[in-house]
T-cell receptor, first 112, second 115 residues
């Protein structure tokens, strides 16, 4: 089955700076890669996703890049704000399957 | 914006008792899921459900677990005889009909505490 590794486990960034979170996946048949933000006491909230036919996607301050050859994908948050503080999870899904395999999460703290 | 809703938010149950967790998926969605998250760990897939059948399940989803869509709006997870290790957050998710590479939208979860 699929295995997703995520780094770093914790990340502290000065407000206004950029944050980057990286994930690698094991199965080259994976074709969909969502990123979720989880705030305390809440469920995972989808913030951006990318499909395997695309190398990069951007939505305002958030971007995701995908390198299929190396089997890794990254989340980039620019101009970070205090409300970006949360746990972020990457995930991957094998083509034709239903199971999302999650990474281990990154606790992002924005320092005012 | 439509959302997945889960009840109760917190359930406390004695070990060995049955528990039912309830979910109302987004109304036009056809695919439904249960995941769980043990405190401080990653989210783990339990089961997917489509067209009144389980389409995929994990090793965690053993004979003690079952899912049901009892009517047109609810989706339930039943644990028949709870164990201490069943204590976790349980998340329901749903997605629309357009393919497995479409977003799964999550509810805010039920915290299950087994005593």
């Amino acid at each position: 089955g699929e295995n997703v590794e995520q780094h770093p486990s914790t990340l502290s960034v000065q407000e206004g700076d950029s944050a980057v979170i990286k994930c690698t996946y094991s199965d080259s048949a994976s074709n969909y890669f969502p990123w979720y933000k989880q705030e305390l006491g809440k469920g995972p909230q989808l913030i951006i996703d990318i499909r395997s036919n695309v190398g990069e996607k951007k939505d305002q301050r958030i971007a995701v890049t995908l390198n299929k050859t190396a089997k890794h994908f990254s989340l980039h948050i620019t101009e970070t704000q205090p409300e970006d503080s949360a746990v972020y999870f990457c995930a991957a899904i094998l083509g034709g399957n239903e199971k999302l395999t999650f990474g281990t999460g990154t606790r992002l703290t924005i320092i005012p | 914006e439509p959302e997945v809703t889960q009840t109760p938010s917190h359930q406390v149950t004695q070990m060995g008792q049955e528990v039912i967790l309830r979910c109302v998926p987004i109304s036009n969605h056809l695919y439904f899921y249960w995941y769980r998250q043990i405190l401080g760990q990653k989210v783990e897939f339990l089961v997917s459900f489509y067209n009144n059948e389980i389409s995929e399940k994990s090793e965690i989803f053993d004979d003690q677990f079952s899912v049901e869509r009892p009517d047109g709006s609810n989706f339930t997870l039943k644990i028949r005889s709870t164990k201490l290790e069943d204590s976790a957050m349980y998340f329901c998710a749903s997605r629309g009909p357009s393919g497995s590479n479409q977003p799964q939208h999550f509810g805010d979860g039920t915290r299950l505490s087994i005593l």
